[in-house]
């Protein structure tokens, strides 16, 4: 074995120092428009009113969508929600993977490029951007010439839209944690007495700044950072890709060899292929690759290169897709094969997850009940002819309204309840109500007889629980 | 803490955040031989056909290690965490417990007193006193009464308005607060066997209960010249020795001959704690309007 620094060196090897923190470079992408943005534009407004009018919407007179963590409860348009529904949020998260899994397997990383809260924020703001500085070679130009008050108004305009767009975010995420009305009123503070009064608690004021600083940050100046260096989703959903996957390619065959050429040429008599080498799909893109060279990991399949690319082709009269959708099969043999156990598997396993979701929400009782033996020092009580046991009760109240609850008891003995105050139980308040129950001596056979306990909502039948507990009687002679 | 180790945590940690910073420093840069414009080299890891490419790492990750770095020296100045270095904000976390105690004794304050301002009768019907009376109960008193007051051997049914020592408002605070004593001698020595029986079979008779008629009357006079002096000669007992109504079939003990016989042989000596110092006045005062509510 030879040591390679034994090894002579050529004089063009020459030393030299290299940077290890490699400074980011800026990408100034280009405006461009087709039918991927159009997609992207109409798929996104709605999502995007949604969670700006979700927090201002009100059912049953609570917020429509609320997760009130210090009372410990999230209110989901209809239903509330306690921390022992913890396991259906773990379920829609896991459901939720496995329609990220589903969708990477058929489309590629299109959540990436279409839906992706980092990616449509960072889009808004290029489109910000684009809108205070102008295109692409303007906003190189501006970039690159002194201040002037041209340049300082188009920065201010540029920066305080970012920040008033960060703003809005910010404090619609919070007013999902606290209702918004609240929290927005509660920026103004009032006066008492010389004193300022602040009604929002300073925690909620500081995540709103937190988060506003987060996304102008996020989307204003790390942007595809994020995606290259710190999202765990994009690294993984490669491995997902098979030789069928939908995603961003370059149709190398129809396109190579690559070169500028006029409209009225004959790109075969001239030696080339269908890329006229303009460089659109390279300046439009968001994470600054160049499609050509092949799929790679910064691609978030957002389509832009795919607009550009088909504008071109409808100037130059060529026929589109040259950068277009398509999977490896398609690109190898010119088929797709939808048909793959794979993808049915995904699909088959969110379809039964989701119904089992659903069943259990539907299913989900508002009332939460537990029957215990009291804990006193004899398990039974005899009082004149009868023998008494007690109970406690523990009433979890889930639903959202006020119920006071009728007990009744079942099973093989003459039971009569006794003692029983039935107490009005607030909306997610647990009490726990002592019973007695008592029975004839005469009655009792066994020293443990099966008791069913039965609540039921006063106002609200179809609001009831049933537990199964044990009455205990003297040893019988 | 001794010197010695405060000086060796503190020389330990500045010199780790040291260390830290310049390895951050001196890796900035690297002697490297070759072409300026060769492509970006791999590491020579290949997994199933996976190559690692030896990028640089982005600046704005180099200025994050430097933010951590600053963060935790203003951290070390204004936290304890440097030896004995106390820190200038002067945090322990015995002082934020106490600041939470406070506010907690605060709190609590606040709400009992719109309860201590109402009077116990009035307290009795309103549904939110009664659930903290309850729990208060929970927390205090059914270990010994049972969840639902209705007692256990050797301690009082609180539900059936039978009182040892008065059902009246103020009866019932001076129980909670100063406690009951109550002693019943043992009477076996004095009446002998035979008196005992009798009284038993007399006793049993007061409630209504399957006895000897004939013993009953022989216990009668047994009882009028010693029993009565507490239980009274009606045998309804008395609130001022804390004697029970031997009439009324309810027993502290159980109702039978066994029983019965028993506890005038022994005798029987029974103690409710006073809960003055364990309980606030505000406490007792809920406490004393649940339990005249559970009789009412």
């Known amino acids: 074995m030879t040591q390679p620094s034994e090894q002579p060196e050529s004089s063009a090897n020459e030393i030299r120092y290299v940077n290890l923190y490699e400074p980011s470079s800026k990408i100034y992408t280009r405006k461009v428009q087709g039918f991927y943005q159009r997609l992207r534009r109409y798929a996104g407004i709605p999502l995007m009113l949604g969670f700006l009018l979700m927090p201002w919407l009100v059912i049953d007179n609570r917020p429509a969508m609320l997760f009130d963590l210090s009372n410990h409860k999230f209110h989901i348009l209809f239903v509330t929600f306690w921390p022992q529904d913890f396991i259906l949020l773990a379920w829609l998260l896991i459901i939720a993977a ?45 970039d690159k010439q002194p201040w002037n008050p041209e340049k300082v108004a ?22 999902y944690f606290l209702p918004i009305r609240e929290l927005l009123s509660g920026f103004f503070p009032s006066f008492n007495e010389g004193q300022i009064v602040w009604h929002t608690p300073a925690a909620a004021i500081f995540w709103t700044f937190l988060f506003t600083l987060f996304t102008y940050v996020n989307a204003g100046w790390l942007r595809e950072q994020v995606c290259k260096h710190m999202c765990p989703y994009a690294r993984f959903q490669g491995v997902m890709y098979d030789h069928d996957t939908l995603y961003v390619q370059y149709d190398k065959a129809r396109g190579e060899t690559r070169g500028a050429r006029k409209p009225t040429e004959d790109p075969k008599a001239k030696g080339l292929g269908d890329c006229v080498d303009c460089s659109w799909c390279v300046q439009v893109c968001p994470v600054d690759i160049d499609i050509r060279d092949g799929t790679q990991f910064e691609c ?85 002819k009868d023998i008494e046991n007690v109970y406690k009760i523990n009433i979890n109240n889930m639903d959202r309204a006020t119920h006071t609850y009728t007990i009744e008891l079942d099973g093989d003995l003459p039971y009569t309840l006794k003692n029983y105050r039935p107490m009005p139980i607030i909306e997610g308040e647990v009490f726990s109500l002592p019973i007695r129950v ?15 306990i ?18 205990m009687a003297p040893q019988q002679r | 803490m001794t010197t010695f180790w405060s000086l060796w945590i503190t020389v330990l940690t500045l010199t780790c955040i040291a260390l830290c910073a310049w390895i951050l420093w001196a890796n900035r840069k690297i002697e490297k031989h070759g072409d300026a414009n060769e492509e970006v080299k791999t590491t020579g890891h290949v997994y199933d056909g996976i190559e690692e490419y030896n990028n640089p790492l982005p600046k704005w990750w180099f200025y994050l290690f430097l933010v951590t770095i600053v963060f935790g020296l203003i951290y070390l100045v204004l936290y304890p965490g440097l030896g004995s270095w106390k820190g200038l904000l002067n945090w322990t976390s015995v002082n934020e417990l106490k600041v939470d105690q406070e506010k907690a004794r605060a709190d609590y304050v606040n709400s009992y007193d719109v309860y201590s ?38 301690f009082p049914n609180l539900t059936d308005d039978d009182w040892l020592h008065g059902g009246t408002v103020e009866n019932i605070v001076a129980t909670i607060t100063h406690g009951r004593y109550a002693n019943m001698p043992p009477w076996g020595e004095v009446i002998g066997d035979k008196g005992v029986a009798n009284v038993t079979e007399y006793v049993l008779s007061l409630s209504g209960l399957e006895h000897d008629a004939a013993k009953a009357v022989e ?78």
């Open chain 1, 98 to 142: 496995f329609m990220l899994f589903t969708v990477t397997v058929t489309v590629g990383r299109v959540w990436c490029g279409f839906t992706c809260p980092q990616t449509v924020w960072t889009l808004i703001y290029i489109w910000i951007e684009n809108f205070c500085e102008g295109d692409r070679n303007k906003r190189i130009k501006l």
């Open chain 1, 154 to 175: 188009r920065k201010t305009a540029k920066h305080g839209l970012w920040l008033l767009i960060a703003f809005v975010t910010g404090a619609t995420f919070v007013g």
């Open chain 1, 300 to 384: 978030i399949n957002c389509g832009l290169c795919v607009d550009a690319c088909n504008s071109i082709m409808d100037k130059m009269n060529y026929p589109r897709g040259l950068i277009r959708f398509t999977s490896e099969d398609e690109l190898a043999t010119g088929r797709t094969n939808f048909f793959r156990p794979r993808l049915f598997g995904y699909l088959i396993i969110v379809l039964v997850m989701l119904g089992v979701l659903v069943y259990t929400i539907y299913n989900r009782s508002p009332l939460g009940v537990d029957v215990l033996r009291d804990r006193s020092a004899r398990m039974y009580r005899v009082q004149g």
């Open chain 1, 438 to 452: 008592s029975v004839p001596k005469t009655a009792i056979q066994h020293e443990s007889t099966d008791l069913i």
């Open chain 1, 454 to 471: 039965r609540i039921i909502a006063d106002d609200n039948p179809a609001i009831t629980a049933t537990e199964k507990t044990v009455f």
């Open chain 2, 117 to 154: 301002k109402m009077s116990i009768e009035e307290l009795s019907k309103n549904d939110e006193a009664m659930k903290i009376g309850f729990r208060l109960f929970a927390n205090n008193c059914a270990v010994c009464h049972g969840s639902d007051a209705g007692g256990n051997y050797g």
């Open chain 2, 219 to 296: 216990g009668k006079v047994v009882f009028d010249t010693t029993c009565s002096a507490c239980h009274g000669m009606d045998a309804k007992g008395s609130i001022a020795f804390g004697a029970p109504n031997l009439t009324d079939d309810i027993w502290l003990y159980e109702g039978d001959r066994e029983t019965i016989s028993k506890t005038v042989r022994y005798g029987r000596v029974n103690r409710m704690p006073a809960q003055k110092e364990l309980l606030r006045d505000d406490k007792i005062h809920l406490l004393s309007a649940y339990i005249y509510s559970l009789s009412r």
